[in-house]
């Protein structure tokens, strides 16, 4: 009891406190350039879906997924997987290249002959080789060493946003 008495030991500890715990407020996260509001991300479905899906479900005879929902947890651990990959092939300024896809009719596929969407890794790309009328060069590239992400939840019929 004496030692918690001293002083010197409470400055000390007070000292050590301040510095190993540091403010307990709240880290603010700003978010990234490419964030849109509710009223753009409106614009854009209600734009897909004057200008594309009725095409598409009424040439596939059904209304097909137009929205599809990955946990976070799993593209959480599916980003730490890509960064460790990358990492030991020497890869630098990560990114993910979302593909639009269809699952096949025939197979062991979760929803055959619905859309769905799976996401490839990309990395900065060590080809400057540009091609085209409009030359431009490619900035990433898929890594096809690493696997893609998919499997995710569609709406069968989609939710709107």
């Not at 009891?1 to 007070?14: A, C, D, G, Q, T």
């Amino acid at each position: 009891m004496k030692l918690f008495s001293n002083p010197r030991f409470m400055v000390v500890m007070i000292f050590f406190s301040i510095i190993l715990f540091p403010s307990c407020e709240d880290v603010v996260v700003k978010p990234p350039a490419q964030t849109i509001s509710v009223e753009d991300a409106n614009r854009l479905e209600e734009t897909f879906k004057q200008t594309r899906a009725t095409i598409l479900n009424d040439t596939l005879g059904y209304e097909d997924t137009r929205e599809f929902w990955f946990s976070l947890d799993s593209v959480k651990k599916y980003i730490a997987y890509v960064e460790q990959e990358a990492a030991r092939m020497g890869k630098t300024d990560l990114g993910l290249r979302i593909y639009l896809g269809a699952y096949p009719a025939q197979g062991n596929y979760p929803d055959p002959g619905y859309s769905t969407v799976f996401i490839v890794p990309t990395a900065k790309s060590t080809n400057t080789l540009k091609r085209g009328f409009f030359p431009m060069e490619d900035t990433q590239q898929n890594i096809d060493s690493i696997n893609a992400l998919n499997y995710s939840q569609g709406g069968k019929p989609p939710k709107d946003y």
